[in-house]
């Protein structure tokens, strides 16, 4: 006698999916079809990290150069990489989707949930509901474990001559999109454009550069110079800078202004001792672009003020 | 030298609004500001809810009827309702809007504020990107604290022969969006549109059934008969309804299928422990509808089968 609602059969989908890939809840625990989730709580002492991102058609992707597959993946992807930037771990995400009548609804869910076994970070609860733009808005929680000398990472801690290291070159996300804005490639995942398509949350250097005494810390989202200048602002200091990080196929200004590379920018006392533990955990090591200097706001190239960039949302 | 986005300027207000109305993060704790917002473990043993839910322009919220003050106070409370509805409490939000140029994010704050502030659940992170069409996305995480024979409430605990109670009469709701459609009473927010505009979560009303014994319990986002019927497909049960409570100025349909009232439907084995101690608690008297039977789907009202209506957001 209960007639179906259309989103009840969406929803039934993305509760098979998320069970079929990314298992059942643990004992005691509730992760869809109730009111809200239910989650054991974090280990005691855990600090609790949680963060928040939209994904926007139009503004963030483009769906004529990305499937829906790759948006739930950089959906979920950018949330993860906020507590990355952090030096935490992900526990469990909410995803929130709102769009159009006819979305295909599982291939936007392969994505989420490959982002998500990837990351190790099931999806627990979410939302669906109708809008004329597909809007994707992920909420994940996770944990700042270890002792309390090695707290969750701000962009506020960097110091005055801490040598400034970002954990990859920059701008291939900027150079990928070219690509396929430029016809080539728009199948290839694995190729050119990946970095645009499929970025990565650098969790594992984020975790290691907690725990070699990394002062401050953040990912690139917005590009090199404009994210550098906000942990430069959080932090009252200024940066010389020796060299931009340039990302195989990118430009110089790809990697200033790109965006959307989730790299770590880390500013640390010791990079000698960052390199070991990253050697040591078998991570590529990172590369060092500058150091921190005492005057605020201003950052230099190879000595000549660096106008800053960055990849601006349209608002 | 950092050209400021036009996100910033947006972000700051929205930052400032926050501390000023909600307070400072504690010591220990970061809110805003950084990559994600950092906050103290809940109390060893207590569970921790959370959930998600999307308010959109056009689809929940008619923005010529109803102020963005309004539309914020709603997107927080309805988040914060599926908690109710476990019986817990909220600990805090993440708030993620995405919405047009120029899109009045004071007026919008103010009323998530509100909300935040009356319910006691912080916001403490968020995001902001461009939209064509205003999207609010809150995140609500709380905990269900109280002895391990008191979890948090499903809805799948029902028995066959439970009470079936609600908190209070339904269809205001849609009473009020009749009115304001109709030309009355658009800037009475304490009249007979404010059930409409400016729902309240039952926080109090939730605690208090948990704590004695309900056995399954939900908020009434869609209407009394969907989702009774939900409480009861997830129980495996029947209903034989003795009465529709109906609020003032609506009529049995709008109690029936007009939703958004965010009432709780509670199924409980002893009523009379119920009323006493939401008696004790200061709390309206539950209302008594009926009673679950074995018949699964099944649901008559005073003997007759009742057809199944509800709320239908387009999809």
New interface residues.
Partial sequence: ???P???DAIVQVIANTLETKLGKAPD?E?WL??????????????????????T?E???VDLALASLSDVGWKALTVAVS??A??G?RPS?A?????GP?GLDFPLLYEGLVGAAATWGCPI????V?????L?I?V???G??PGPPEQ??V???GALVGDTLLVTGPCGASAAGLRLLRAGHGPSDVHGLAAPHRRPMARLAEGWVARRSGTNA???IS?GLS?DL?LLL??SGLGAALDLVPVAPGATEADALGGGEDYELLMAVADPDRVLVEFAAAGLRPPLRIGRCTGEP???TLQGE????T?W????
């Fill in positions: 006698v209960v007639p609602k259309p989103e005691g509730v079809g109730d009111d809200s989730a239910v989650l054991a709580p974090p280990r005691p002492g855990d600090l609790v990290l949680t963060s928040i991102d939209a926007v139009g503004v963030h906020d507590l930037a952090m935490g469990y909410l995803v929130s989707v709102s009548p627990v609860g979410g939302d509901t109708a809008a004329d733009q809007v808005s909420a994940v929680t944990t700042s707290p969750p701000r962009r506020s810390m953040m990912d917005d404009i200048s602002a959080a706001g201003i950052i003020v660096l106008p800053i960055g601006q949302h349209t608002f």
